[in-house]
């Protein structure tokens, strides 16, 4: 992390993942100064669901950036051999990999989200004020989690096999890419909003409007979110029973 932080390029992803928080509270600023505005531009729950989901390219792109070579590193220049010499176990080294990108990727989704939350009940008191309104808080934290997780898994993955940065990057943006393009074939072909457990993008956001209460899109009306969480689940499973094998796989032909 103090590494990362350290580069230019992590910053000023940072600073332009942030420009969005600003544009919505100036719109809820706006809705302040003309009540009669709100009824184009509400203050509500789905004012967060579209800001988290935004938010989405933003956490690929540091996810590639920060997560590619984390593991790749250690295997094309032996440092797996130097941590696992130590006296850390399998699922330390795993757990400080994964650390390092829920840190990284906090900070383009869930701290954003919880800053445009309390900035805008306090720019809209109104409207934001009631404690019922404090629910927003674990529904953009259920968010990010739902988000975060199964892209750490994914890129962490990436690395494990590629064993190069770049290719683990480009890896890691064709499933994502890759899938949402299957989706839109096979809901061609078939019209279903089944399709959509293709893609990953299209499970992520049939969760988060599950979790926000919001209506879904045309493509996933018809999709449970029950079963949209059941495969971003396996998907995050899958991935540490990769990471685990892979990984201890290079330890013993090492």
Known sequence: LKALVGMRAFLGLIAIAWLPVF??????????????????????????????????????????????????NDMRTGGLLLYLSRPLTLGDYILGKVSILFASLSMVTLVPGLVLFLGA?????????????????????????????????????MSALARNPRFAGLGFFFVFVGTTVAQGIAWQA??????????????LRRVGEAIFGIKPSRMTAQLPPELAFAVLAVAVVVSLYILKTRVRAVEIVK
């Open 121 to 157: 009940r306090s720019l809209a008191p109104d409207v934001l004020g009631d404690a019922s309104h404090l629910l927003l808080i674990p529904k953009i934290i259920g968010f990010a989690l739902v988000m975060m997780l199964p892209t750490i898994g994914l890129v962490l993955v």
């Open 23 to 72: 544009g919505r509270l100036v719109q809820v600023y706006f809705t302040t100064r003309f009540p009669e505005a709100r009824r184009v531009v509400p203050v509500d729950d789905k004012l967060f669901f579209d800001f988290m989901a935004m938010q989405l390219p933003w956490m690929l792109l540091m996810s590639a950036y920060a997560g590619a070579g984390l593991i790749a």
């Open 190 to 203: 078939t019209r279903s909003s089944y399709a959509g457990l293709i893609s990953i993008q299209a499970d």
